[in-house]
């Protein structure tokens, strides 16, 4: 028996990885982190790799990743499945959980085992309510992504199984790299983020100048990234953008609503600045500055300046 992992991600298979070794001792399972192709040097395992052969691609469309998985778990029987709860993820998980005819449950930011059940904590409500979910083993679950830090050891041995040819329904005609920018909010160990307070674009400056000051990143509230297009969505903080635990989170004329809360409420500090008092985000901080952005930001930065 076996606790399988996947992710199209090299990295979010690093962090399914970490997840792994919270059920793999209950279930007396090692970890096998999941490659399809071929090796992938990225990717790493507590225990071992199991590189299914037989698709001619190390990045195959969800349904040949689910087909590939499956043909190897009916040979196999691993006792769990956790894949990175990615768009192409949730895709394979649903795909593989109806192929195996095994529950599946998705979005955990944490999971564990009795050695029968597999057990999740995700968040319901827009983050307002943790909800425990479970099901019997054998099963499937997604992983959040940053719920785990990265794993970073070495696998102790390759295996690998023949899955067979599978053909793709689907045909690509052209591939576009999607323009990214750099920054990497779930390293970031202070971030500064905006919000609808921010009066225009051209004012970001000086909050992007503040975080480089303090070292960190800047991000966003949803309206920034999704309504206005100011900044890119890996921007995004939130329930549907990205999940952040830094050591400092500013909140920046953000109001504070539940969805913005669900990804950085984990934070180990936040502070806020917001010009209404009853602002929500002050319900979820540990400092408030009930003060306009544009005198207190320029007051900060003087402060950073003061001290050489």
């Known amino acids: ?7 199209e991600s090299e990295g979010i298979s690093d962090e399914v990885a970490s997840a792994a070794l919270d059920i793999s001792e209950p279930t007396s399972a090692g970890p096998s982190v ?28 969800p349904q040949v990743a689910a087909e590939a998985i499956f043909r190897a778990a009916k ?14 993820g949730r895709e394979v ?12 449950l998705s979005d955990a930011f944490k999971v564990s085992c009795d050695g029968q059940n597999l057990f ?3 968040n319901v409500y827009a983050g307002k309510v943790v909800a425990m979910v479970t099901c019997p083993l054998p099963s499937i679950a997604t992983v959040k992504v940053g719920a785990y830090p990265r794993l970073g050891s070495t696998p102790k041995e390759t295996r690998e199984v023949d899955v067979g040819q599978i053909d793709s329904q689907v045909r690509v005609l052209r591939r576009e790299k999607k323009v990214v920018g750099s920054v990497d909010l779930k390293s970031a160990r202070v971030i500064v983020s905006a919000g609808r307070g921010v009066k225009k674009r051209e004012d970001l400056a000086m909050l992007a100048d503040l975080a480089k000051e303090m070292q960190g990143a800047l991000g966003c509230s949803r309206p920034l990234s999704s309504d206005l297009g100011w900044l890119p ?13 830094p050591d400092l989170y500013l909140a920046v004329g ?18 806020a600045i917001n010009t209404d008092k009853d602002a929500p985000i002050f319900q979820a901080s540990d400092y408030g500055i009930v003060g306009d952005l544009y005198q207190v930001i320029p007051a900060i930065r003087r402060a950073f300046t003061s001290r050489g």
Do not use: F
């Open 254 to 271: 953000i109001s504070g609503q539940l969805q913005h809360v669900a990804g950085m409420k984990d934070s180990k500090i936040v502070a």
């Open 233 to 245: 969505e890996e921007h995004h903080i939130g329930l549907t953008g990205v999940t952040v635990k």
């Open 34 to 61: 999941i490659d399809i192709g071929q090796v992938r040097d990225g990717t790493h395992s507590a225990g071992d790799k199991l590189v299914l052969k037989g698709p001619p691609s190390t990045e195959p469309p």
């Open 1 to 7: 028996m076996s606790v399988w992992v996947y992710s």
């Open 75 to 88: 040979e196999l029987r691993p006792a769990s499945i956790l894949i990175g709860a990615t768009r192409n």
């Open 93 to 104: 998980a649903s795909r593989l959980a109806a192929k195996l005819r095994v529950g599946c």
């Open 120 to 122: 999740a904590e995700r």
